[in-house]
C-alpha cells in the first residue's frame, strides 16, 4: 500500500508558515526548526500527528514521547511541560492536529452499524486523558486527503466533514477507542472533567478581563 507520510511531510512543510498556522477548520499545522526549551502549555481535546521530529510531553508523573508513526489523542483540556527534540534547520519538527467535536463523535457513533460483541470499556477511572497510539495508514490516508484541500478550498466545504468523519472512525477502530467514545458520552467521567475545566477556564479568564477593566478604570 502507498505510504503518504512523504508527501504529508512535504505539504506541512509547505504551508505550516511562519510556525503555526490554521489552515481549514479543525486542522492545524506546526513546524520547529530547532530544539525547544520545556514549555508549560494545555492540550485542548485534539487528535496530534507527528510527522518528524520527536515532542517529548510530562503530563504529571508520566513521559511520552510522541514520535512518527503514532497519534495523541487528548480528550480533556491537559496541562502539560512540552519540549520538542531532534529537529534542526535541516530536518525540522513537523506535526498537525485535527480538534475533537464531541457531537460529531456521538452523531458517528449512532450511525456505526451494530458489529460483532466487543469487550467492555475500561473503567472509566483507569482511562487517560492524554494516550499514544500507533497510526495505520488508512489514519494517515486520510490526513493526507484533509491536508490536500488547502489547495483545493472550493472543496472543503463538501469534503472536510466527511475526512474529519472517516478519521474519527479510524481512531475509534484503535487500541484507545475507549477514550474517544467517553469523549462523546455526555454523562461519561471524561465529560464531565472537560465541562469543569472549560468552566474554570471561563471563569479565570472572565476574572482576569474585570480586573483590567478595573486597573483601566482606576485613577492613577
Partial sequence: MHDPTPELRAL??????PLCRELLPNLTLWTSYGPKP?????????LYFTLQGIKRMNVGERQLDHRPG??????IDVPVVCTVIDCSPERPYLGLAVKLDPAAVAALLLDLPPGPERAPDAAEDELEPMT???????????L??????????????????MIERELLYRV???????????????DSRLSQIHRAVKWIGSAL????????RLWRASPR
Fill in 144 to 161: 493526507l486527503r484533509f491536508v490536500r484541500l488547502v489547495e483545493a478550498p472550493e472543496d472543503v466545504a463538501l469534503l472536510a466533514p
Fill in 38 to 46: 520545556p514549555t508549560p502549555v494545555v492540550y485542548e481535546p485534539m
Fill in 132 to 142: 499514544i497510539s500507533p497510526s495505520t495508514t488508512p489514519m494517515n490516508d486520510a
Fill in 172 to 186: 475509534l477502530q484503535s487500541e484507545h477507542g475507549t477514550v474517544l467514545r467517553q469523549f462523546a458520552r455526555a
Fill in 12 to 17: 506541512v512543510l509547505r504551508y505550516a508558515v
Fill in 70 to 75: 503514532t497519534f495523541l489523542l487528548a480528550s
Fill in 205 to 212: 479568564t472572565w476574572r482576569s478581563r474585570f480586573r483590567w
